[in-house]
């Protein structure tokens, strides 16, 4: 047995100062009942609990960790930023050096504003596009997470093209009924509710690759038809790119299925682990942000030197030009992902489990479930009792994953052959104790 003896005396004292013992939900392993290893320090692809557990991580810190953790590169330049100061809440040039670096792999991004967190940076889009349209509704697919603000923490109302109803205590009603849900890839609930209220919308917000109900594409099309219809009424398409974006592919979902959204949220990736995002889009619409324009919007911290080193750093190992006749940074982390769901997906048929497993570039994920998995409700039907028993038996083998089957996993490039090989024979054992249930 895994000896967490130091972790739970530490999660015992954290339940008292902090509500459920952590400072984001998920981390309280609430959901497959365990208690969490508190995390001592990262290296590579592992990372270490103050009991002295080693784990091959899968999580990377919920994505940002592309390049694996305390790489040598983003280290040093963090050292040597430290030296000239920790924050100055005023412009430097490596905003704009990072700005650049995001609109050469985004050019959608014609101007971006630097955040600090996911949230911030939908939550600043949406008031960007209220604000640009004139118009006051917003739609939303159910199960795709854009953040805690209160105007998407709302949840389907009685039909399934409906007005939402607050998912959270202190979201008011008003809030929520601005706020229009429907399942996710579902094309005549989205043509349904754009022929109803379409010219009352000020945008669409999707995570064009779900990572918040587990790893779930779209379907081929889907994203195209959100395009389509947004632009006949006039309403802003905002890719939510969170975490898709440098995955799905190293220019993320946009480049992947080529399609031009009017503004776009970036984040994990671009600060290298440290608290950074961004939101931008087309040059007309980003004018009208504060100070160029009436939308206000501001943040302190936001442009952070540190954080901006980081992602700058984080940026330039991944965008590098690949040695001759070797394929790029992204392409090798899609070849490493799909070599070990493949490695899974041999060891569930061996153990005669049935999974849907999933992969857009280097997020995957799979699901214990006969039949594919399209959206949220097809997620909330896979067999939750089985992802426990196969989460518990992969973290007892030294495998890190999300203690969630509606979480999404991520590859670095820090991972090597040999660790995704011992993962695969983990995940056998894994499955062969979910198969005995």
Known sequence: MLNLSKSLEAFNEAKTLMPGGVNSPVRSYRSVDCNPPFIARAEGDKIYDIDG????????????????HAHPQVVKALQEAATRGTSYGAPTVIESELAKLVQSVYPSMEMLRMVNSGTESTMSALRLARGYTGREKI?????????????????????????????????????????????????????EIMDKCGDEIAAVIVEPVAGNMGCIPPKQGYLRLLRKLTEEHGTLLIFDEVMCGFRASLG??????????????????????LPVAAYGG??????????SGPVYQAGTLSGNPLAMTAGLET?????????AGEPDYSRKLTLKTKKLLLGWQEKAREA????????????????????????????????????????KAMLEQGIYLAPSQFETLFMSGAH???DIDRTIEAAGRAFAAVAAL
């Open 352 to 391: 005669g489990v049935s999974i849907q497993a999933h992969q857009a570039g280097s997020m995957f994920g799979i699901f214990f479930s006969e039949k594919e998995v399209y959206d949220y409700a097809d997620a909330e039907a896979a067999d939750q009792e089985a992802f426990k028993v196969w989460f």
């Open 53 to 68: 557990n080693e784990y091959i991580d899968y999580v990377g810190s919920w994505g940002p960790m592309v390049v694996g």
């Open 139 to 191: 739609l939303k697919f159910i199960g795709c997470y854009h953040g805690h603000s209160d105007s998407l923490l709302v949840s389907a109302g009685s039909g399934m093209a409906t007005f939402g109803v607050p998912s959270s205590p202190g979201v008011t009603k008003g809030t929520a009924a601005d706020t229009i849900t429907i399942p996710y890839n579902d094309e005549e609930a989205f043509k």
């Open 282 to 291: 087309k040059r007309e619409i980003m004018s009208k942000v504060s100070p």
């Open 416 to 418: 090597s052959e040999e």
């Open 252 to 273: 993320g979902a946009q480049a992947a299925y080529g399609i031009v959204p009017d503004l776009t949220c970036l984040g994990k990736i671009i600060g290298g682990g």
């Open 315 to 323: 940026l330039k190992i991944i965008t590098a030009e690949p040695e």
